[in-house]
């Protein structure tokens, strides 16, 4: 397996992900990790982009955030700190490769430096990021919320048109495909997109 040489420097660092841990690829679309599965390993993106989906007990999944290339999952890490199941879903937007470490050395690694900084750098990306979200639900209108999710999708598969429904749309902001058909019908008016079967390209940042 090759080392992450941009993201920890230290030698015994990078012996040790080498030895403990595996790599798996992952096609678009496949899922890593479901709700409520037991946590046996956190990701770690080498090449690809993971999104994050938060599901509640009927089903329904509002996205998170995605992960890039040399991050990792917050809610996974803290979940197997706390011994507890996963609390989200993790999906490949395309075509990605991650590096999975066993939960087990997770505290043993907090003896390197450069790992202890990874860790607190992540909860503290993360929880902005998820900040971010509440505050576009809690004091935006669906609009900027729909526009936000198209720009991160967007970003993420490095694209400005996506492959994707508006019922899917609407599952993911936990909406009814009606509303999201009328905002984006809007948005389309507004030369913010263009619409076309099964797809919508970005037409501003």
Known sequence: ???????????????????Y?????????????????????IPLVQAGVLRIMRQDTDGNEVFLYHLYPGQTCAMALNCCQSSKKSMVKAIAEDETDVVLIPVEQIEDWYKYPEWRSFVNSTYGNRFSELLNVIDLIAF????????????????AVNTNALYITHQEIADELHTHREVISRLLRTMEEKKMVLLGRHTVELLVD
Do not use: A
Request: proline share 2%; glycine share 4%.
């Open 1 to 19: 397996m090759n080392s992450l040489p941009v993201l920890f420097q230290d030698k015994q660092l990078q012996s040790e992900i080498e030895k």
């Open 21 to 41: 841990s595996r790599k798996k690829h992952l096609g678009k679309d496949d899922i890593l990790m479901e709700t409520g599965d037991s946590i046996q390993f």
């Open 140 to 155: 935006n209108n669906l609009d900027k919320q729909l526009l936000h999710y198209l720009q991160q999708r967007t970003k």
